[in-house]
C-alpha cells in the first residue's frame, strides 16, 4: 500500500486546507484496510492523532482540540482519503501525515502499519 498526501501550505489563521491522501496498491473498500487515519507533529512534540475513519466510512474519530473545525471524509471511487481543515490557528501548524491500519483492534488506536510522506501545514497569525 502506498499513501501520497497533499494539500498542505501557507495560510493565515481562520483560513481553511484540505488534505488528500491517495491511496495506491489497495482499493479503499477493501476489507484489511479497517482505518484511514489523519497524524500530526508539530516541532519539538508527539505526534498525535487527529481524525480517522473506519473502512465502511460510518464511525469516525476527531480529536477534542479540533472538533468542529476539521472533517475527516473518503471516497472510494477516487480512493482518497480528505481532512477538511477550517478555521485554522497558529497551533494546527505541523506536519500532517495519513496512515493505514488494518487491524480492527483498538479501533482508531494501536499500530498503523501504512504512512504517507507528510504534508506541511503552517498556519500564520
Known amino acids: 500500500v502506498q499513501l501520497q498526501a497533499s494539500g498542505g501550505g501557507l495560510v493565515q489563521a481562520g483560513g481553511s486546507l484540505r488534505l488528500s491522501c491517495a491511496v495506491s496498491g489497495r482499493t479503499l473498500s477493501d476489507y484489511d484496510l479497517y482505518v484511514m487515519g489523519w497524524f500530526r507533529q508539530a516541532p519539538g512534540k508527539e505526534r498525535e492523532l487527529v481524525s480517522a475513519?473506519?473502512?465502511?466510512?460510518?464511525?469516525?474519530y476527531t480529536r477534542d482540540s479540533v472538533k468542529g473545525r476539521f472533517a475527516i471524509s473518503r471516497d472510494n471511487a477516487k480512493n482518497t482519503v480528505y481532512l477538511q481543515m477550517n478555521r485554522l490557528k497558529p497551533e494546527d501548524t505541523a506536519v500532517y501525515y495519513c496512515?493505514?491500519?488494518?487491524?480492527?483492534?483498538?479501533?482508531?488506536?494501536?499500530?498503523?502499519?501504512?504512512w504517507g510522506q507528510g504534508t506541511l501545514v503552517t498556519v500564520s497569525s
Open positions: 496512515a493505514a491500519k488494518l487491524s480492527s483492534a483498538g479501533v482508531f488506536y494501536g499500530n498503523y502499519e501504512y
Open positions: 475513519i473506519i473502512r465502511d466510512g460510518g464511525s469516525t
